[in-house]
Nanobody, 124 residues
Framework: QVQLVESGGGLVQAGDSLRLSCVAS????????MGWFRQAPGKERESVAA????????YYADSVKGRFTISRDNAKSTVYLQMNSLKLEDTAVYYC?????????????????WGQGTQVTVSS
């Protein structure tokens, strides 16, 4: 079965950087849009960034534009999220997700497969 495994989370201070990785297995990675989502305590899961399957479109939530960068390496079946200038409000569990032939949609309903998540905690 398809697996998405996130890594790279941790505890950092405000202003620091982190790079999250998500390795996919048992799917044709290049056929999938890959998205990053996050869920903070007491809040709904929200879209952070997404990269379309054909590399033609990238989406960023307004809250992370200019600070976060999504990238993908199809040869490694891996999607990354480089997070710079982290803020307290970036604290959340971060999930990656895969959407077959997807356009980098921000809505989570578009995504068929999900990872288990990695915790990012930003302290002051």
């Amino acid at each position: 079965q398809v697996q998405l495994v996130e890594s790279g989370g941790g505890l950092v201070q405000a202003g620091d950087s982190l790079r999250l990785s998500c390795v996919a297995s048992r799917l044709t990675f290049s056929d999938y849009a890959m998205g990053w989502f996050r869920q903070a305590p007491g809040k709904e899961r929200e879209s952070v960034a997404a990269f379309s399957w054909d590399r033609g479109r990238i989406y960023y939530a307004d809250s992370v534009k200019g600070r976060f960068t999504i990238s993908r390496d199809n040869a490694k079946s891996t999607v990354y999220l480089q997070m710079n200038s982290l803020k307290l409000e970036d604290t959340a569990v971060y999930y990656c997700a895969a959407d077959f032939l997807g356009p980098a949609a921000p809505g989570e309903r578009a995504y068929e497969y999900w990872g288990q998540g990695t915790q990012v905690t930003v302290s002051s």
